[in-house]
Nanobody, 126 residues
Framework: QVQLVESGGGVVQAGGSLRLSCAASGRTFSMFTMGWFRQPPGKEREFVAAISWNGSTTRYVDSVKGRVTISRDNGKNTVYLQMNGLKPEDTAVYYC???????????????????WGQGTQVTVSS
């Protein structure tokens, strides 16, 4: 079972930036699409971004397009989420997740992800 550990969350003012990291255990990291989800206070967990196993394809939810970039380093077993121009509505617990099948197309629904990190809190003050 893969272990995913997020880091990089914190408190930032509106307009600021954060870079989240997610380190994965094991030797199969490069075989799987990786995604970032977030759960705002009192709301459902929602898709933010995902990157294919080889990094060639990315997907973003409309609300973060142009502000957020997902990337990965397969040599370091790490996926990143660079967030710029942060807004108060970006406040949430951010989770990284691994898709359930290797070498598969990107999925944006959480049911297709079966390994999750513990989450990291991002708070954006106005």
């Amino acid at each position: 079972q893969v272990q995913l550990v997020e880091s990089g969350g914190g408190v930032v003012q509106a307009g600021g930036s954060l870079r989240l990291s997610c380190a994965a255990s094991g030797r199969t990291f490069s075989m799987f699409t990786m995604g970032w989800f977030r759960q705002p206070p009192g709301k459902e967990r929602e898709f933010v971004a995902a990157i294919s196993w080889n990094g060639s394809t990315t997907r973003y939810v409309d609300s973060v397009k142009g502000r957020v970039t997902i990337s990965r380093d397969n040599g370091k077993n790490t996926v990143y989420l660079q967030m710029n121009g942060l807004k108060p509505e970006d406040t949430a617990v951010y989770y990284c997740a691994r898709e359930d099948r290797p070498y598969d197309a990107i999925a944006t629904i959480r049911e297709r992800y079966n390994s999750w990190g513990q989450g990291t809190q991002v708070t954006v003050s106005s």
